[in-house]
């Protein structure tokens, strides 16, 4: 089944600075990668997601990037602020199916 | 759109007990998918329904824990007999058809203690 990797899992940026989370998968045929935030006692919320067609998507201050080469994907959030702080976590889909597996999470603390 | 409903969202019972977990998924959604949540094991599908049929239990930790869709508009995932380290957040999700997107319920944290 399909792998995911995600690192760092901790990040602690200032206030208005930008912060980079790197997932990996291991099942080269996955071709739909969101990317889901989670606050406090929260449910996870899809904030963007790429298809394996497109190499970048763009939403405001969040951009996601994809190499199906080396079979990672990233998040970028750039002029991060308090409310950006919550636990960001990767997944990948097959296919052939709609099965989600998801990265371990990024807890990331923005500092005022 | 109300979105995903889950109930009870809180659930505190005795090892040994019965617990039944419910979902109500996005009106015309066609999936529905059950995650188990904890620190340790990070966010686990256990199963997923297309179109009411399981189509992938794969992820069920063992017989304890069973699942049903009986129609469009409801789900269920039972745990029988409980036990304390099926203690997590149980968070039910879905989507439409054809679409990849899927929308999680606001979760029902289990205590068996």
């Known amino acids: 089944g399909e792998n995911v990797e995600q690192h760092p899992s901790t990040l602690s940026v200032q206030e208005g600075d930008s912060a980079v989370i790197k997932c990996t998968y291991s099942d080269s045929a996955s071709n739909y990668f969101p990317w889901y935030k989670q606050e406090l006692g929260k449910r996870p919320q899809l904030i963007i997601d790429i298809r394996s067609n497109v190499g970048e998507k763009k939403d405001q201050r969040i951009a996601v990037t994809l190499n199906k080469t080396a079979k990672h994907f990233s998040l970028h959030i750039t002029e991060t602020q308090p409310e950006d702080s919550a636990v960001y976590f990767c997944a990948a889909s097959g296919a052939n199916d709609y099965k989600l597996s998801f990265g371990a999470g990024t807890t990331v603390t923005v500092r005022a | 759109d109300a979105g995903v409903i889950q109930s009870p969202r809180h659930e505190v019972t005795e090892m040994g007990q019965e617990v039944t977990l419910r979902c109500k998924p996005i009106s015309g959604h066609n999936s529905l998918f059950w995650y188990r949540q904890t620190m340790m094991r990070g966010l686990e599908l256990l199963i997923y329904f297309n179109n009411n049929v399981p189509i992938d239990d794969s992820g069920m930790p063992e017989d304890r824990f069973s699942a049903k869709m009986p129609n469009a508009s409801f789900s269920t995932l039972k745990i029988q007999p409980s036990e304390p380290r099926d203690s997590a957040v149980y968070f039910c999700?879905?989507?439409?058809?054809?679409?990849?997107?899927?929308?999680f319920g606001p979760g029902t944290r289990l205590t068996v203690t």
């Open positions: 999700a879905s989507k439409g058809q054809g679409l990849y997107e899927q929308y």
